[in-house]
């Protein structure tokens, strides 16, 4: 799928996990809502950190140009360590390393941390990055058509303000972790959930995406996990922006009504 695809569907899998919460006697207050869709929405593009031409490795110029090429050179190097016969050999790492569902946990949990211990700063950090990417995914057209410095600053100084309104009590600093010393660690919860649903949206698409490993399957550790042939479509393709597109909004759109209380 193409970046503004991946967003959308990171943006609604968020409001969906807010329905269920809200279902479940842990509802978020509005700030958990509006920042885990917006942070999902960012991590939603994450993993094609290992493809330079991708959204990411562009959004954050030299700085993630020079991230790209290393955990590229990771992902190959990684995908040639534990490669299984049945695994066929390859010339970079794109669709590897950061396409797994343990990439996803590792990142989510390492964001986590640095947002319980690292404080105000690290937060702000944390909601910068994705907040970037969540505009170059939902803003697709008009980020590409406006300078990179726009962009950062509009990533900055909606940083800043969400950091403040999540920052007051009852804002969802503490939502789901209340315990004392917990604040914000649920920011890796919509950073995990962003790159799974990344993977899916990719395993959709023609190649399919190793989300399993290093769980082996048969002689293959990167096992390409997809729906049957003729389920899958293109990436950018008129299934995608006719029918998922939409899909997304509508679903995104209730999901969000049920994560506030308006309705269920
Ligand atoms: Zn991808």
């Not at 919460?21 to 842990?26: E, S």
Request: glycine share 12%; charged share 10%; hydrophobic share 50%.
């Amino acid at each position: 799928m193409m970046g503004p695809a991946h967003s959308l569907s990171g943006a609604a899998a968020w409001l969906g996990v807010g329905a269920v919460a809200a279902g479940l006697g842990h509802p978020m207050p509005w700030p958990t809502v509006l920042v885990g869709a917006l942070i999902c929405a960012g991590a939603a593009l994450a993993p094609d950190l290992d493809h330079q031409a991708a959204t990411i490795s562009r959004a954050f110029g030299p700085l993630s140009r020079a991230l790209c090429r290393v955990v590229d050179r990771l992902a190959h190097a990684t995908y040639k360590a534990t490669r299984k016969p049945g695994d066929p050999r390859r010339a970079g790492g794109h669709r590897t390393l950061t396409h797994t569902w343990l990439w996803a946990v590792l990142v989510g949990a390492g964001f986590s941390a640095a947002a319980v211990y690292g404080g105000r700063w690290a937060v702000l950090v944390i909601l910068f990055i994705h907040m970037v990417l969540a505009v170059e995914g939902l803003l697709w057209r008009q980020a590409r058509m406006s300078s990179d410095v726009l962009v950062w600053l509009l990533g900055a100084t909606s940083a800043w303000m969400l950091a403040d309104v999540l920052d007051d009590p009852g804002n969802g600093k503490d939502w789901l972790f209340t315990q004392p010393g917990q604040h914000y660690l649920w920011i890796g919860l919509p950073i995990v959930l962003g790159s799974l649903v990344h993977c899916i949206g990719d395993a959709l698409t023609v190649s399919g995406c190793p989300v399993l490993w290093p769980i082996p399957i048969g002689r293959r550790r990167w096992y390409p996990v997809g729906p049957p042939r003729f389920m899958r479509f293109r990436a950018g393709s008129w299934v995608e922006i006719k029918v998922l597109t939409p899909v997304f909004f509508l679903v995104g759109g209730g999901c969000a009504l049920g994560a506030l209380g308006v309705i269920g």
